[in-house]
C-alpha cells in the first residue's frame, strides 16, 4: 500500500470487492463485547482500523468507477481461531468471520447497497482486476 502494509487478498464477486486481512491466531478466542472486537480478552479493534484503510486505499483505486468503488467491502478472514459468535458477524461496517464465511460473503449475489441492481459481469470483474493489479503491485 501507498503508506506501508499491505492487502492480503483482492476478491472480485458479483456484487463487491472484497479487501480480505486475513489472521491467523491458533486457538485464539474471538469475540465482541460492549461493542469491541476482542482477542482473547484483549481489543483487536485496530484489525477494524486496519482492514478499513485497505478498503479506502482499494475503493480511491477504483474512483473512475463510482460504482464499484462504493462497493469495496473490507473482511477480517480469521484462521485457526475459535468465534465467540456465529460464523460471521459485522462489525463497524467490516465482515468478520471463518476464512468460509468470507468466500461466501464475497461470492454472495445479492444486491450490496438497498435494492440497486448493480452486478459485475465477467467483462468488469477483468477491467476491475487490471486496474487493481497495477495499483497494488504483489509484494
Not at 28 to 45: H, P
Request: glycine share 8%.
Amino acid at each position: 500500500m501507498p503508506h506501508g502494509g499491505n492487502i492480503d487478498h483482492l476478491v472480485i464477486g458479483p456484487r463487491r470487492v472484497c479487501v480480505i486481512d486475513a489472521k491467523h491466531y491458533r486457538k485464539a478466542k474471538v469475540t465482541k463485547r460492549s461493542d469491541t472486537l476482542m482477542i482473547n480478552g484483549e481489543s483487536a479493534e485496530h484489525l477494524i482500523d486496519g482492514v478499513r484503510r485497505q478498503q479506502a486505499a482499494v475503493a480511491q483505486a477504483l474512483s473512475d468507477h463510482p460504482r464499484v468503488a462504493d462497493n469495496v467491502s473490507p473482511v477480517l478472514a480469521f484462521v485457526g481461531a475459535k468465534l465467540g459468535f456465529a460464523d460471521s458477524i459485522a462489525h463497524r461496517g467490516v465482515w468478520c468471520s471463518t476464512v468460509k464465511g468470507a468466500v461466501a460473503y464475497a461470492s454472495w449475489r445479492l444486491p450490496v447497497i438497498g435494492t440497486a441492481k448493480f452486478k459485475l459481469d465477467d467483462n468488469d470483474r477483468r477491467e476491475i482486476a487490471e486496474l487493481l493489479a497495477a495499483a497494488f503491485p504483489p509484494c
